[in-house]
């Protein structure tokens, strides 16, 4: 059970450092334990070797040739794979690792190595004098490349790098002819649990449960479209002391309620408040449904069936919100790992970690002044018997080596605590080790209604889910109406048309306006600024994307043909600095996924739409001179956005 916790407070957290790049630069051999290394012959296919063009190769390739094209990595990846060769033969006796960032200013990218370096081996009889001649040694030692054009050194010994324009253009082009998921980036780790949504059984889903299940969403899509195999798990609060009050109650109310079945409970929400209600406020009700827990985990039939019946109305509530909003989850609950905490306490125990205090078992955490409880005093279990278990199987049973859970800030010491027991069982590596597999809590702040207080109706209720997501889906409806019927383009639109651009539009505002924040920061819940066509909002990078394709339209060319016929040219400022940002594509979703950090996809998509339209002003498309080259340019632009709203969990538009 993963409840909101109510007084989670605002947390102004920064954003993460941007990590530099510590991908494997060169095939290993497979690692032991629970990671889950890819087989030799996997890895001499996929080989890292600096002369790989990546993305250069023909659509004739063979499929073989075609895996290695995939895993190319991007553009910072190829370029950290020449520095390393450079600083070997620089400095062939200090072990370093490339630190190869974007440039704002003097060139594309820029190589911050030789400072580093020079605090490393002054003093020791080298023969360079000051970091500017380690840096002009790294830049000489680049190996020949297709990817560089040049290079300058800076200062103290800062290695600029400047981007052929011919690889910059071919790279999109061969982008276009095999694929976006040629630019897929490469992480460290081939399977992932992301564990969020996670509702209560018995308790509607409202927008507390929002952020949870939009951000988990789009982690998991960024580490699909990044290979790696995402078990993506709904935890849901299946098993516990709430059910012995709902199966009395439903006994109670309604002795025949096989027979009239769902009608029985109604409104779940309701029924909940109802027992709830009874249990507070009768003593013999209360001794009932606590006995009712008993025999409910004790296996007798009909009180697993009444489960089992309440479980199931949840489950189609819980449904029309996944549907609504196109997310994909498999739930594995607390019940589901119920069967496996005895021996999972019984393997800590065994280690010397549980301990006896005040009647409960526990184990003590060093840095925290309350234990870990992980059997109440009357011999029951609670979350963290319940998430040492499941951790315990993602681990052994799904050979996971990055478990993600995504839930509220409020919850961060429960987690620090349970992924403290994990350590000190061995079943985690030190976190300062940087090894596999490891833990994160992707915490999140509140959604604030406009009087800064956490979000709620008038009747001071929670906001129910699906009703908000319909509101967002009409209001986006009649602003579409309205405005096709002043430019009178009304009758150009079939009604299908309206409700799945209006579904597309009104929930991927709701979406955009979460993930567009930093996580770790509560955001203000508003449908007349998530809806505003101004502005970093989803319906003004709809409005982008429709536009792009409404210019390549009014082109009458066959973009198919004028891929495998045209070519790309950057000569114009503008052209390059798109295309320069375009092919930067796949490092900000590594970014992205390594930090957990969905807002840096869509900094990227606004910024991205921002680029296109300074090129758009300045460099004349259809009836230009250039129009093949510019229409390729429209059209990556489009891909690239499109794929940024796949990772969002958004539907593009055509029109608007």
């Known amino acids: 059970m993963r409840a ?112 580093g370096l020079w605090s490393k081996v002054k003093g020791s009889g080298t023969s360079f004098k000051n970091p500017n001649a380690i840096g002009q040694a790294i830049a000489k030692n680049l190996p020949s490349s297709d990817i560089i054009e040049s290079t300058s050194v800076a200062g103290p010994g800062f290695v600029n790098i400047t981007l052929s324009n011919r690889w910059v253009a071919q790279r999109i082009q061969d982008m276009l002819v095999n694929g976006i998921k040629t630019w897929a980036p490469t992480l460290p780790v081939k399977r992932a649990v992301i564990d969020f949504s996670s509702p209560n059984i018995a308790k509607e889903m409202h927008v507390g449960h929002l952020r949870s299940t939009i951000i988990g969403d789009t982690l998991a899509r960024m580490f699909e479209f990044s290979n790696v195999d995402v078990l993506r798990r709904n935890h849901v609060g299946d098993w516990g002391t709430q059910f012995g009050m709902l199966i009395e109650y439903l006994f109670e109310q309604f002795p025949n309620w096989k027979e009239i079945g769902s009608q029985a409970i109604g409104d779940l929400q309701i029924f909940y ?40 109305i949840s489950r189609s509530e819980f449904d029309l919100v996944y549907k609504r909003l196109n997310v994909v989850l498999e739930e594995k609950g607390e019940s589901f790992y119920n069967p496996y905490i005895p021996q999972v306490l019984e393997e800590l125990n065994n280690k010397g970690l549980i301990k006896e205090s005040e009647g409960a078992r526990v184990i003590f955490i060093q840095g925290h002044q309350i234990p870990l409880i992980v059997v109440k005093s009357d011999g029951g279990f609670n979350y963290a018997s319940t998430d040492l278990t499941a951790l315990w199987y993602r681990l052994n049973v799904e050979k996971a080596e990055w478990i993600i859970y995504v839930t509220d800030v409020g919850q961060q010491q429960h987690f620090d605590m349970f992924f403290s027991a994990a350590k000190m069982a061995g079943w985690l590596p030190d976190p300062s080790e940087k090894k596999f597999p490891k833990t994160s809590h992707v915490g999140f702040g509140l959604v604030l209604g406009s009087d800064g207080k956490r979000f709620r109706t008038r009747s001071t209720e929670v906001v129910r889910l699906v009703e908000l997501l319909d509101e967002a889906k009409s209001r986006s409806k009649s602003e579409l109406q309205q405005r096709l019927t002043e430019n009178g383009k009304i009758v150009d639109w079939t009604d299908e048309e309206l409700e799945q651009t209006s579904e597309a539009v009104g929930y991927g505002a709701v979406k955009y306006a979460d993930l567009k924040n930093n996580r770790l920061t509560n955001y203000t819940f508003s449908f007349e600024q998530m809806l505003s066509d101004k502005g970093n909002t989803a319906v003004y990078l709809q409005y982008a994307h429709a536009r792009i394709c409404s210019i390549i339209r009014k082109s009458n060319k066959d973009v198919e043909e004028l891929k495998m016929s045209g070519a790309i040219s950057l000569d114009h400022p503008d052209e390059r600095v798109l295309g320069l940002y375009l092919i930067r594509f796949a490092e900000v979703v590594e970014e992205a996924c390594t930090n957990l950090l969905p807002n840096v996809v869509c900094e990227y998509l606004y910024n991205l739409s921002e680029m296109f339209t300074k090129f758009y002003t300045n460099c004349q498309v259809v009836g230009s001179p250039e129009e093949t080259s510019r229409l390729l340019l429209c059209q990556a632009t489009a891909v690239v956005m499109r794929q940024c709203f796949n990772l969002l969990g958004i539907t593009p538009v055509y029109k608007l």
């Open 4 to 115: 909101l916790a109510a007084a989670a407070t605002a947390v102004a957290a920064p954003t993460p450092a941007r990590l530099r790049f510590r991908l494997p630069l060169l095939p290993r051999a497979p690692r032991s334990g629970h990671c889950r290394a890819a087989s030799s012959s996997r890895l001499v296919r996929f080989s890292y070797s600096a002369t790989t063009m990546g993305d250069e190769t023909s659509t004739s390739i063979a499929p073989q040739e075609q895996e290695s094209t995939v895993r190319a990595g991007s553009v910072k990846q190829q370029l950290s794979r020449l520095v390393l060769s450079s600083l070997r033969a620089t400095v062939p006796d200090v072990e370093v690792e490339p630190m190869v960032e974007v440039s704002a200013k003097f060139a594309d990218y820029q190589c911050n190595n030789a400072m």
């Open 273 to 312: 408040k109802a027992s709830k209600h009874k249990f507070d406020n009768d003593p013999e009700f209360k001794a009932r449904a606590q006995q009712g827990v008993v025999r409910l985990q004790g296996g007798e039939e009909k009180y697993r069936e009444a489960w089992k019946k309440i479980c199931d």
